[in-house]
């Protein structure tokens, strides 16, 4: 079978089946003292339009949870478990059909844009170059995806920015055009790794109202991937608290902001800045 005909099998749903369906996700690397399991039995599901958040402190295991689910794990790491796309298990794919099943089916907006982005090509030619990569047709044809990408993402001028580098805008529009070049190929899922962390409230703001409205448009699942409760907030329908690799807490956004019962994610709560607190009494979280 070739990966072609993989990717197309991976992009139909099968009957019952969750969009993402993560079962028992394990990921272990090998250490001087033996293996150690940096994430460790998560479990949880997206369907689409569906947004689940996933929170915790630096080192909790989220963003090695997301690199999982993408096949993009640093050398040395393996996983145990399931990972399912449209009911079509991913985790026993070899590196050519994920390498076609990332950006085609799950696209990925990543903390850092500048350093995600090429200084040396225009945003319009990387967005082109993502397109062709999976879908080839003419320069022509991609640059036409391309401009409506940046559109779709309220880029102002996009005619005449489409040709500009990544330098040539802000941290804000960096972001937008890192999500133009995740949603360019339509994919079912969209993972943000912390993508408002570096941005201040107006533009993290700005960005989170963007992503609802471009799944209120596509009907695409979401992973958010954050440490700001208050973000998470605005934008999930599930949380999935996570320490130390391990699930903590998972529910409903609204019961787990308004009746938790978890110490840790009460001390992830308690932690966030109020207007009006008075800094001497702010509470921090304790390993």
């Known amino acids: 079978m070739s990966d072609q005909t993989s990717l197309k099998t991976v992009g139909i749903r099968l009957p019952g089946a969750r969009l993402l369906e993560v079962d028992d996700l394990t990921v ?13 039995d998560i479990s949880f599901t997206v369907d689409p ?9 630096s080192g909790s295991g989220k963003s090695m949870t997301s690199l999982a689910i993408m096949g993009l794990l640093p050398r040395g790491g393996r996983t145990t478990g399931s990972v399912k796309l449209n009911g079509h298990e991913l985790t ?3 590196d050519r059909e994920m390498r076609r099943v990332r950006g085609e089916r799950i696209g990925m907006v990543f903390q850092d844009p500048l350093s995600s ?6 945003v319009g030619l990387q967005i082109e170059e993502t397109y062709r990569a999976h879908r080839g047709g003419s320069r022509r044809a991609a640059r036409k995806v391309a401009l409506d990408a940046l559109q779709r993402v309220r ?18 529009m960096r972001q937008r055009i890192m999500i133009a070049m995740a949603i360019c190929l339509e994919p079912d899922l969209l ?10 409230v107006t533009v993290q703001a700005q960005i989170l109202e963007l992503l609802t409205e471009l799944q209120d448009a596509t009907g695409m699942g979401m992973v958010f991937i954050t440490h700001d409760l208050a973000v998470v907030s605005e934008i999930a329908d599930t949380v ?6 391990v699930q903590i807490e998972q529910g409903p956004a609204e019961d ?4 938790t019962t978890q110490p840790y994610t009460r001390a992830l709560l308690d932690a966030v800045p109020r207007l009006g607190d008075d800094v001497a009494t702010m509470k921090e979280v304790r390993p």
Request: glycine fraction near 12%; proline fraction near 6%; charge should be negative.
């Open 191 to 200: 993972i943000a790794d912390e993508p408002t962390t570096a941005l201040d």
């Open 256 to 259: 787990v902001f308004a009746r």
């Open 92 to 94: 026993a794919r070899s």
């Open 240 to 245: 999935l608290v996570m320490r130390g690799g």
């Open 155 to 172: 880029i102002r001028d996009a005619e005449t920015r489409i040709d500009h580098y990544p330098h040539q805008f802000s941290g804000g």
């Open 28 to 40: 272990t690397f090998p250490t001087s003292r033996g293996d150690a399991d940096v994430v460790k």
């Open 49 to 57: 339009g569906q947004t689940i958040g996933i929170v915790g402190e």
């Open 117 to 122: 982005l090429n200084p040396y090509y225009t």
